[in-house]
């Protein structure tokens, strides 16, 4: 069983920074993938940034060059650093890990994070 513990949420005013944390109960090498994504009431979850096993980083257009996603293996937590935030972005935002095992995916998720960027 793997469990994936977020925190770092919060209100913050445009154009203000967050860090958001995620700390997984295995070994973060152990997943494929990890990731954050994001969800709003009424729409669809969506991916805000991604990592590799081997450290290739992935993000969506609209964080391009406002968010950093980094992983710390020692202590099995990757992180999601959110500068220059947008009241869009204002979203629960939930910690991914992808394990590929054979032809199977098997997919953890957090529990939410909510961050409000007020205007």
């Known amino acids: 069983q793997v469990t994936l513990v977020e925190s770092g949420g919060g209100l913050v005013q445009a154009g203000g920074s967050l860090r958001l944390s995620c700390a997984a109960s295995r070994s973060t090498n152990s997943f494929n993938t990890m990731g954050w994504y994001r969800q709003v009431p009424g729409k669809q979850r969506e991916l805000v940034a991604g990592i590799t096993r081997g450290g290739t980083t992935d993000y969506a257009e609209s964080v391009k060059g406002r968010f950093t996603i980094s992983r710390d293996n020692a202590k099995n937590t990757v992180y999601l650093q959110m500068n220059s935030l947008k009241p869009e972005d204002t979203a629960v935002y939930y910690c991914?890990?992808?394990?590929?095992?054979?032809?199977?995916?098997?997919?953890?998720w957090g529990q939410g994070t909510q961050v409000t960027v007020s205007s």
């Open positions: 991914n890990a992808r394990a590929i095992v054979g032809w199977d995916a098997m997919n953890y």
